[in-house]
């Protein structure tokens, strides 16, 4: 997803929350996140927003952390955040340096928090969905409108690329091979818009590359929101197909990839 696309997509992904946001019982519990309401999923997502626009915006982690101005209605205040966010990172150049929790090449720059915070929204969109009943927490998940397949298989990539990486670094105490069981190459396809990625380790870090790589012992595959969404614990990556190596490829899929 270029710069451009992840602007116009975030965009569009906090105004469907904004919306989202006006339809939930604050006290309804969220599947995905135990011990969350519906309300502290809005509180923590406007905060990530206001916590990202800083560090696009200064160059820096804000200090303290942002808070909810908790005088307004927390949809008011939610939607306030988001536009602050979007504003900001239509205003900056891309490529103007900023502080972000990655190490990755490319990623120390405005453009990337677009992309991140565009996944971000999309994916806590949907746990705001599965608190409203609107989206399952079982069966298959081909789609989540405004979310595209190309934007899930984009989602896909970014786990992978970004917050793999992320999860070794926050999990150096354990076994690089236990937090991402891919000693051996996993390929990840997503069958409706022909995109995959394979992850590989390799002396502890993690390697993905475009395509389903000749020598993957496992091939993931499905809808690529489906598989967008197990990655993230969002929906039952058991229904996704294994070709090759079962077990390489399901463990990969019950493995904690994401924060």
């Known amino acids: 997803m270029d710069d451009e696309a ?15 946001v006006h339809d939930l019982d604050l006290a309804a519990p969220v599947p995905a996140c135990p011990g969350w309401d519906a ?24 200090d303290p952390y942002p808070h909810r101005d908790r005088r307004q209605p927390i949809e008011d205040w939610y939607a306030a955040a988001a536009e602050a966010l979007v504003t900001t990172l239509a ?3 891309p490529d103007q340096p900023a502080w972000s929790f ?17 996944h971000e929204t999309t994916v806590h969109r949907v746990d705001a969905l599965q608190a409203l009943g609107r989206v399952p927490t079982s069966g298959m998940v081909s789609s989540v409108p405004p979310l595209s397949a190309e934007q899930a298989a984009d989602g896909v990539h970014e786990v992978l690329a970004i917050l793999v990486p992320r999860t070794l670094v ?7 091979a236990r937090v991402v069981p891919a000693e051996l190459p996993v390929a990840l396809r997503c069958d409706d818009v022909a995109r995959a ?13 475009d395509g389903a790589a000749a020598d993957s012992v496992a091939c993931v595959r499905g809808p690529a929101t489906h598989l967008y969404l197990s990655l993230w614990g969002r929906a039952d990556g058991s ?6 190596d079962q077990e390489a490829g399901r463990a990969l899929l019950k493995a904690s990839l994401v924060p």
């Open 39 to 62: 309300a502290k999923l809005v509180d923590h997502l406007g905060r990530v927003h206001l916590w990202a626009e800083h560090c696009a915006r200064v160059g820096t982690e804000p």
């Open 6 to 20: 992840a602007l116009e997509a975030l965009a569009e992904a906090t105004a469907a929350m904004a919306a989202t």
């Open 91 to 93: 205003a900056l150049p």
């Open 239 to 244: 229904l996704l197909t294994v070709e090759g």
């Open 170 to 176: 926050r999990r150096a105490d354990e076994a690089p």
């Open 197 to 209: 990625f394979t992850v590989r380790l390799r002396e502890g870090r993690a390697e993905v590359a």
């Open 102 to 118: 990655s190490a990755e090449p490319g990623t120390q720059r405005t453009g990337f928090w677009r992309r991140r915070q565009f």
